[in-house]
């Protein structure tokens, strides 16, 4: 059974930093393409080819990175903005975690 697990949001100001993780398990996660999104808005992706793309909102700020051994997913956030505020999935296919929060206001 797939799970996808995301971690890591919480409330900042604008200009501060969050590390977006996102623990998977029931798939091969070296073999998947994988990605974060923002309520319905892409993100970016990670390909298992070892690719990446990024919305241009967020490119440059953003950094979408994987640990294969840990089978994990990350978004490094930097340089926020209150428009950055959002429940942050990442997923897999069609399936989809439960979310973590992320709220950047001042």
């Given at each position: 059974?797939?799970?996808?697990?995301?971690?890591?949001?919480?409330?900042?100001?604008?200009?501060?930093?969050?590390?977006?993780?996102?623990?998977?398990?029931?798939?091969?996660?070296?073999?998947?393409?994988?990605?974060?999104?923002?309520?319905?808005?892409?993100?970016?992706?990670?390909?298992?080819?070892?690719?990446?793309?990024y919305a241009d909102r967020v490119k440059g700020r953003f950094t979408?990175?994987?640990?294969?051994?840990?089978?994990?997913?990350?978004?490094?956030?930097?340089?926020l903005k209150p428009e950055d505020t959002g429940l942050y999935f990442?997923?897999?296919?069609?399936?989809?975690?439960?979310?973590?929060?992320?709220?950047?206001?001042?």
């Open positions: 059974q797939v799970h996808l697990v995301e971690s890591g949001g919480g409330s900042v100001q604008p200009g501060e930093s969050l590390l977006l993780s996102c623990q998977t398990s029931g798939f091969s996660f070296s073999d998947s393409n994988m990605r974060w999104l923002r309520g319905g808005e892409w993100v970016a992706s990670s390909t298992s080819a070892g690719g990446t793309l979408i990175s994987r640990d294969h051994n840990k089978s994990t997913l990350y978004l490094q956030m930097n340089n990442c997923g897999c296919r069609s399936y989809l975690g439960q979310g973590t929060q992320v709220t950047v206001s001042s």
